[in-house]
């Protein structure tokens, strides 16, 4: 009914209001489908993607990815290395060697035992036994280095410079506690890293020397990034996700209920900031324990790290107060929107588990992009390098003994169809996001333009997804196409500042930087511009070009009012995202202090985790309320331009507290 609405031609489109038909009753019913073209160029794009997927399929060799590939090139627990499936990096090249099990070392370190390119060699004063750990024989091989008193001293004071281990890029290494994680591979434990550390810098002299070469090798933050977040699987698991989803679920489901709802965001705000201030404290006070520790349990460095965390969350919670005091009247009138979305899901409880279904459809496209592209990437030959110019460093002479390690190049025309891949990845993900907003925007349209919400129910959401689906698919396409092309130049121009880094050309650097936050800007706009779109496409049933430019045009004309409330609303949803990781964050922090303490090296990399993954939740759950506080905006302002006085079709509260918001903000303009 309202495709036929608004101006008689195009060059009065920025002139006129919007002007609703003569049978406007709310979102049109009579719609058709649009841009097709996008929604077949989507369809071949699978199409495409799935050749690809099965042409991989049939040549690649996945073991390839999965499982470890040794110095030599022979893949751990494959062929002739059957029976040798993990693997011990003997050096920081990632050259190592297959065992039959990752070690385990009682006493975390034996350094008077070493684990080389051909096996285990060991001092006088080792404690293992010789047997200890089975690795694999290299013995066949002509260029094979072996370790002698001479090359691979395995006196503490003098083997961490020497010929064979080289500051961890030599080809011989310390016998250490290990894990095994991701496909079979052996690294070290924090604490045995905590005890390796200990055992060669017990000489002052030694400690000066390149001081930082150890630390950067033995304290790798790599491997101990790794290992915590093994360590540490279980609690991320458990309150990354499971209390996430609970927190986040629960938090929803209240934003729902009228009486509650403006506690509910105060109380966020003030318990966001509460948590921050509070994790300050409890981490400073920890830190002073640490120092006053005898023996020192924890190393200066953690200490110092600790220290620094605590300052910055104190620094948060001061700007995260000062924010509320300065928008504390902007976020009271900015509530209209969200109350009248609470009220919009109160009468459909049904889209509080839409997302669950996206998530559903977005891990299954996930799982078969993952396969596809693991299998592409598997495809390709191994390159056998000699790193001796790299491992030739001032503090070992100068005839250093050659170290090789084997490296697995991808084929180009793989690499190629990586690209095609990526661009399919990000089309897909956006187009996903796409159809749930129209979903959402249809749905809550609907509901606003309905006098009478008790005739607002299941059926209305159902209906909306039928609609959307059958209607709009192309439209979510066309928008998240513009989205994805974004993206991929995004991605060139990251590869290009790599390249730049490489070359150390500061002048380029600089260019790309700068480039690149164009971008950014320009994709944050298209973002805001196609969601608008999406909610003309919703309620009038246009393509997606009409729409954007019709809700562009939309917006300018009501700019202030627009932009002050969806800051606002977005900020007080945000803190309500923020209150919900921080939340998950403290009980997982908690948790871990007191039961896996001594077990890792940092509480940082699990911590960290937690609260991204809770945060992933959050927004998947609040997302609903964002979209539609977005669309009961954009709705209430084309009422306002269409109809007048009680011929609109907003509440009554509504309206009051939107024309309270306008009166503020012109107080605010005109210094009062």
């Known amino acids: 009914m309202a495709e036929d609405k608004f101006y008689d031609n195009d060059d009065d489109f920025d002139k006129k209001r919007l002007e609703a038909p003569a049978d406007f009753d709310g979102p049109t019913s009579r719609r058709r489908c649009t841009d097709i073209l996008f929604a077949l160029l989507l369809l071949v794009m699978w199409v495409g993607m799935t050749g690809i997927g099965v042409f991989s399929w049939k040549h690649g060799d996945i073991d390839m990815i999965l499982r470890p590939m040794d110095w030599a090139g022979n893949i751990c627990g494959k062929d002739t290395m059957e029976n040798f499936p993990n693997i011990v990096y003997v050096n920081k090249l990632l050259g190592g060697v297959c065992v039959k099990e990752c070690p385990k070392v009682e006493n975390q370190v034996d350094v008077h035992t070493l684990v080389t390119y051909n096996g285990i060699y060991q001092g006088k004063n080792a404690t293992l036994d010789a047997d200890f750990l089975e690795v694999a024989d290299y013995s066949a091989r002509g260029d094979l280095v072996s370790c002698d008193e001479n090359m691979c001293p395995t006196n503490p004071q003098f083997s961490w410079f020497s010929r064979g281990i080289n500051q961890g890029l030599g080809f011989a290494t310390y016998a250490v506690d290990t894990i095994e994680i991701v496909g079979n591979r052996c690294i070290r434990t924090p604490k045995a890293s905590i005890?390796?550390?200990?055992?060669?810098?017990?000489?002052?002299?030694?400690?000066?020397?390149?001081s930082g070469s150890i630390i950067s090798s033995l304290n790798g933050f790599y491997q101990h990034l790794y290992g915590d977040l093994y360590q540490a699987r279980g609690p991320i698991m458990i309150f990354g996700i499971l209390v996430a989803m609970v927190i986040g679920f629960t938090y929803a489901m209240l934003l729902r209920i009228q009486p509650v709802l403006t506690i509910m965001i105060w109380g966020?705000?003030?318990?966001?900031?509460?948590?921050?201030?509070?994790?300050?404290?409890?981490?400073?006070?920890?830190?002073?324990?640490?120092?006053?520790?005898?023996?020192?349990?924890?190393?200066?460095?953690?200490?110092?790290?600790?220290?620094?965390?605590?300052?910055?969350?104190?620094?948060i919670a001061v700007v995260l107060a000062l924010v509320t005091i300065s928008m504390r009247q902007q976020i009271m009138l900015s509530m209209a929107c969200v109350r009248a979305a609470g009220r919009a899901l109160a009468c459909m409880p049904t889209m509080m588990v839409f997302p669950v279904f996206q998530v559903i459809g977005l891990a299954s496209f996930l799982g078969m992009w993952?396969?596809?592209?693991?299998?592409?990437?598997?495809?390709?030959?191994?390159?056998?390098?000699?790193?001796?110019?790299?491992?030739?460093?001032?503090?070992?002479?100068?005839?250093?003994?050659?170290?090789?390690?084997?490296?697995?190049e991808i084929d180009d025309f793989p690499k190629k169809c990586g690209w095609y891949l990526l661009f399919s990845f990000f089309w897909t993900i956006a187009f996903i996001s796409a159809m749930g907003e129209i979903i959402i925007a249809?749905?809550?349209?609907?509901?606003?333009?309905?006098?009478?919400?008790?005739?607002?129910?299941?059926?209305?959401?159902?209906?909306?997804?039928?609609?959307?689906?059958?209607?709009?698919?192309?439209?979510?396409?066309?928008?998240s196409f513009v989205i994805a092309v974004i993206q991929m130049i995004k991605t060139?121009?990251?590869?290009?500042?790599?390249?730049?880094?490489?070359?150390?050309?500061?002048?380029?650097?600089?260019?790309?930087?700068?480039?690149?936050?164009?971008?950014?800007?320009f994709e944050k706009f298209l973002k805001f511009l196609n969601k608008n779109a999406y909610i003309q496409t919703a309620i009038f049933g246009t393509p997606f070009c009409r729409s954007a430019r019709e809700a562009f045009s939309l917006i300018v004309r009501n700019a202030g009012k627009v932009a002050s409330i969806s800051y606002v609303s977005t900020v007080v949803l945000f803190v309500g995202?923020?209150?919900?990781?921080?939340?998950?964050?403290?009980?997982?922090?908690?948790?871990i202090d007191r039961e896996m303490a001594v077990e890792l090296y940092s509480y940082a990399g699990p911590c960290i985790l937690v609260f991204i993954i809770s945060y992933v939740i959050g927004d998947m759950f609040l997302s609903i309320f964002d979209m539609s506080t977005s669309t009961i905006l954009q709705c209430y302002v084309a009422d306002e331009e269409m109809f007048d006085g009680d011929d609109c079709y907003a509440e009554h509260e509504l309206r009051n507290w939107l024309n309270d918001f306008e009166e503020e903000e012109k107080k605010l303009v005109a210094g009062q």
């Open 195 to 210: 005890a390796l550390y200990d055992n060669i810098t017990t000489d002052s002299s030694i400690a000066e020397i390149n």
């Open 268 to 315: 966020s705000i003030f318990s966001t900031i509460g948590i921050v201030l509070g994790s300050g404290l409890y981490v400073n006070n920890i830190v002073s324990e640490w120092k006053v520790a005898d023996p020192q349990v924890y190393s200066d460095q953690n200490i110092l790290a600790a220290q620094i965390g605590s300052y910055a969350l104190f620094i």
């Open 370 to 408: 993952i396969f596809y592209a693991v299998h592409l990437a598997s495809i390709g030959h191994t390159v056998e390098e000699d790193m001796s110019d790299f491992t030739n460093t001032t503090n070992v002479n100068e005839d250093t003994s050659t170290v090789q390690i084997s490296t697995f």
């Open 442 to 479: 249809m749905t809550i349209s609907k509901w606003y333009f309905t006098r009478d919400k008790r005739r607002v129910g299941a059926s209305t959401v159902f209906g909306c997804i039928y609609e959307s689906i059958r209607y709009h698919i192309g439209t979510a396409a066309f928008g």
């Open 492 to 521: 060139i121009v990251a590869k290009m500042q790599k390249k730049a880094r490489e070359l150390d050309n500061k002048f380029g650097q600089m260019l790309l930087c700068c480039l690149q936050c164009c971008i950014c800007c």
């Open 577 to 591: 995202k923020i209150f919900i990781s921080s939340l998950t964050t403290a009980a997982a922090y908690i948790y």
